[in-house]
């Protein structure tokens, strides 16, 4: 704070409220005074694994924690150097604060060799909570130096899946990924190249969750989101995507050239891909096959429209503008 005192002795402060014979003699300073946080800042490349600053991405200490304490100061890329097991998914990875010119990008990518990241969590092992700008790319070859967009290709081979997901959890609310909306919405996010992988298609919720703040959920202004040649086994569901509701639906969603046809203890049980509330949403090029529910649900390819993670019969929702194709 700032005190100041004029040649008849009055005394005044920023912020005010300050009390004081004198500027040298201040009894009580102001209740709140101006502050300012010097946090850690992140710009370029970071190595996330054993022997690094940071053993983990979701653990206590580790890099989601520091980054939601941090700033961005530039891009970001976070290199997986090694297997991260052990995983307990206490951090999500929220929108971060930025420094300087702003809109910046992260990419999570594997380094070095294929990797595999382990962990058990009673909801979403991997959580980005209202993150924008953000890609999940399991290529080693994966880059981008500006901001990904819709329908971005750039960055590896896209049929090599070299970072394996997995939530070990045995309860029937786990999920392997999450984007959530956090406070504004997660956009122009990128999951693309993974092997996603639940404990049992008889309990785990969901393999790839994009919807609201509890997995699951339906979530609002997730926009411009884009899930991409991933293989997602062991899941009630697939891939799913909720936007609010018909009147405040996800804009332009993208789930293209997915791989859930794998087959019994590896299956999806019930639904392989779910949108609705969602304008504009594409879903192209998707291998769907091998549900075996066994239950009274039935097993749904892919649903666009509306349909809750549960077996009651939904009336009402919509998806508007929905391109889809199958193989």
């Not at 939601?68 to 970001?76: C, S």
């Not at 994009?210 to 086994?233: F, M």
């Not at 609010?244 to 203890?265: E, F, M, R, W, Y």
């Amino acid at each position: 704070f700032v005190i100041a005192q004029d040649t008849l002795g009055n005394i005044g402060s920023n912020p005010g409220g300050a009390v004081a014979v004198d500027v040298n003699n201040v009894t009580t300073p102001p209740a709140s005074p101006n502050t300012y946080t010097i946090v850690t800042a992140f710009t370029g490349s970071y190595d996330i694994g054993t022997g690094q600053t940071y053993t983990s991405l979701t653990n206590a200490g580790g890099v989601f924690e520091a980054i939601n304490a941090g700033a961005l100061t530039g891009n970001v890329v976070l290199n997986i150097v090694s297997d991260l097991a052990g995983e307990l998914g206490t951090n999500a990875l929220n929108q971060w604060a930025e420094d300087g010119v702003g809109g910046y990008t992260m990419l999570i990518k594997p380094s070095g060799a294929p990797r595999t990241i382990t962990g058990s969590n009673t909801g979403a092992l991997i959580r980005f909570f209202g993150t924008d700008r953000l890609r999940l790319d399991g290529s080693t070859a994966a880059t981008f130096a500006a901001a990904p967009t819709p329908g971005d290709a750039v960055g590896g081979d896209p049929l090599l899946r070299e970072l394996t997901i997995q939530n070990t959890n045995t309860g029937t609310s786990a999920v392997v990924i999450a984007v959530m909306s956090g406070a504004a919405g997660a956009q122009n996010v990128t999951l693309k190249n993974l092997n996603v992988i639940g404990k049992d298609p008889t309990t785990t919720l969901a393999g790839i969750a994009l919807g609201g703040n509890t997995p699951g959920s339906v979530g609002t202004d997730n926009d411009n989101n884009r899930v991409e040649n991933c293989a997602v086994k062991r899941a009630i569901y697939g891939i799913y995507s909720a936007g609010l509701s018909a009147a405040n639906p996800n804009l332009g969603s993208v789930i293209t050239q997915n791989d859930l046809s794998a087959t019994a203890a590896d299956r999806i049980r019930r639904v392989g891909i779910v949108v609705f509330n969602d304008d504009g949403v594409q879903i192209t090029e998707n291998s769907v096959g091998g549900l075996d529910t066994n239950e009274s649900a039935d097993g749904v390819g892919i649903g666009v429209g509306t349909q809750g993670l549960d077996t009651t019969t939904t009336t009402s929702g919509s998806g508007s503008s929905a391109t889809t194709t199958t193989t």
